[in-house]
């Protein structure tokens, strides 16, 4: 019998290249540490079966951090109508096939809030950059991702995956962002549609946190 049999109860997003999902046993668990938000368990069970855990950490260890990050997932899988309703509004410029989104190798979180300070609009500032006011939470943020073996959308270049020494760590944008590239680190899910899959839709890894 398959483990992963639904997308929380649902069918993996049309047009999608994801398998199926991990709907909770009869206890409520899955087989990654449930966090403290329904929301944000629900769409680490949609992710990528070998990234599950690895989400489900980042989450529970930036909570445990000396500053105390209470973060959600607000966004992991995508079907191919939103991304195309995303590149309508100029949102996105990709295509589908490169979105990370709709492979389940990639999330986006919000702030809620540090050190018991509410931040629910920490994500918010003009284009969505990271400033002097919030450079120092962003890096913490994003190691603790990366140490869970996530790339960071806030990096500056695609070729600073863990170099926090680097002058450019932490200028980046996208720093809500954070996806999962395979063993290369090359950007870019098209790699993942060509890749055979399981009997539950999913295609394999290189080189998975777990």
């Known amino acids: 019998m398959a483990e992963y049999k639904t997308q929380f109860g649902e069918n993996p997003p049309t047009g999608s290249g994801a398998g199926a999902g991990e709907a909770p046993n009869k206890d409520g668990n899955f087989t990654f540490p449930k966090t403290d938000d329904v929301g944000t368990n629900i769409e680490i069970a949609r992710l990528h079966p070998k990234l599950r855990k690895a989400a489900a950490t980042f989450v529970k260890n930036a909570k445990d951090h000396s500053n105390a ?14 991304h195309k309703e995303l590149r309508k509004k100029d949102t996105l410029k990709h295509d589908y096939k490169d979105s990370h989104h709709l492979t389940g190798t990639a999330f986006r979180i919000e702030v809620v809030s540090i050190d018991s300070t509410s931040k629910t609009k920490y994500l918010h500032e003009t284009d969505g950059s990271i400033t002097d006011a919030n450079n120092t939470h ?7 991702a990366e140490a869970q073996g996530f790339h ?34 090359r950007k870019g899910a098209k790699k993942y549609w060509s890749r055979e899959k399981d009997a539950d839709g999913w295609f394999e890894l290189g080189c998975p946190p777990e």
Do not use: A, H, M, P
């Not at 500056?156 to 962002?177: A, I």
């Open 69 to 82: 990050y209470v973060i959600k997932i607000v966004t992991g899988i995508r079907s191919l109508s939103k």
């Open 152 to 185: 960071w959308g806030g990096n500056g270049g695609d070729d600073l995956f863990q170099q926090y020494t680097n002058s450019k760590y932490g200028t980046g944008w996208n720093k809500n962002y954070f996806e999962f590239r395979d063993c290369g680190r």
């Open 138 to 144: 962003w890096k913490e943020i994003g190691k603790l």
